[in-house]
């Protein structure tokens, strides 16, 4: 973004029975992680969020099915 900060987006799997689910974390210029969400869908688990990101005009969009 315009302040330097760094988002990643991609899918994590947490520990055993449970689905994988988006997520998107947002580092600041220096690395430091300034926030994060998860993203999981109850009523299809084989539904993540986590192919791209993109950022305009201070609004974030996610990209992914």
């Known amino acids: 973004d315009n302040s330097g900060n760094l988002y990643v987006v991609g899918q994590v799997t947490p520990p ?3 689905s994988t689910r988006g997520v998107l974390i947002k580092y600041d210029p220096n690395g430091n992680i ?5 993203f999981y869908e109850t ?6 969020v986590g192919d791209g990101v993109e950022i305009y005009n201070d609004q974030i969009y996610l990209l992914g099915v």
């Open 16 to 18: 055993p029975g449970n």
């Open 34 to 38: 300034l926030w994060s969400n998860y």
């Open 43 to 48: 009523s299809n688990p084989n539904f993540t």
